[in-house]
């Protein structure tokens, strides 16, 4: 796991400055993200801002009516296949859920896309394809972070295709009849499934530092059957 240094010199033992510290890769481009998304969101009075102290997490009512939600449960139902991960196989039962990439090019996820985009005020060009994801009884995702681990191998594809993942929007599209909230496990936070409901969070502190404080599961459910679909954005165009 990678450690983040924040400061601008490192000290060697007797205190002395010994140079700069390491650079933070996409720093920039994640603060820069930070700042134009958090202004965006705090002109628009229908968001409720859930966490501002450690982690920027909001939620947003009624993103997707009812139909659009059917809708794309039908989706994606056929698309879904068994999770991946970067390096870890789904055996290991890490992530149990089953997931595809809704079709990009079809005009209702286009639509439903272009919504995420304006939200946020992020060039779609920077966005992921979006992804849905069905968890069924005993499925879950464990505590993850949706940003990169530069020091993982992944990171050399990663990085020439867009660079860090800055914010994750993640939209519930049905009842769950028992478990499946959304846990910010460092945080102590969680969210309850409801249909139709825009959850966000900025991967980044306002530094633009890969925020810890992010860590989040999706926890098993326990009756019933989870549906949603996430869109992450990179700091750059997305390829």
Known sequence: MTTFITTDILKSDSGK????????????GLRKTGNK????????RSIYWIEQERAEVFALGDF??????????????????????????????????????????????????RR??????????????IQGQRYLVGQQFQPHNDWFYTSEKYWELEKGRGGQRSWTAMVFLNDVE???????????????????????????DRQ?????????????????????????YRTKPWR
């Open 17 to 28: 400055p010994k140079g700069p510290a390491p650079k933070i890769a996409d720093q920039d």
């Open 64 to 113: 997707m009516s009812p139909d659009e939600c059917r809708r794309m449960i039908e989706m994606i139902d056929a698309t879904a296949r068994p999770s991946a991960l970067f390096d870890v196989d789904y055996s290991t039962g890490f992530r149990t859920s089953y997931s595809g990439d809704v079709p990009a090019d079809d005009p209702f996820v286009k639509k439903i896309s």
């Open 178 to 204: 028992a478990g499946g909230t959304t846990d910010f496990t460092k945080l102590g936070l969680s969210i309850e499934p409801k249909p139709g409901v825009l959850l966000g969070w900025n991967n980044a």
């Open 208 to 232: 633009g530092v890969p925020n810890e404080w992010t860590m989040h599961a999706g926890t098993p459910v326990t009756a019933g059957v989870k549906y949603i679909i996430t869109k992450w």
């Open 116 to 129: 995420i985009d304006d939200l946020l005020g992020i060039d779609s060009r920077w966005g992921e394809t």
């Open 37 to 44: 998304v958090r202004k965006r969101l705090q002109e628009n």
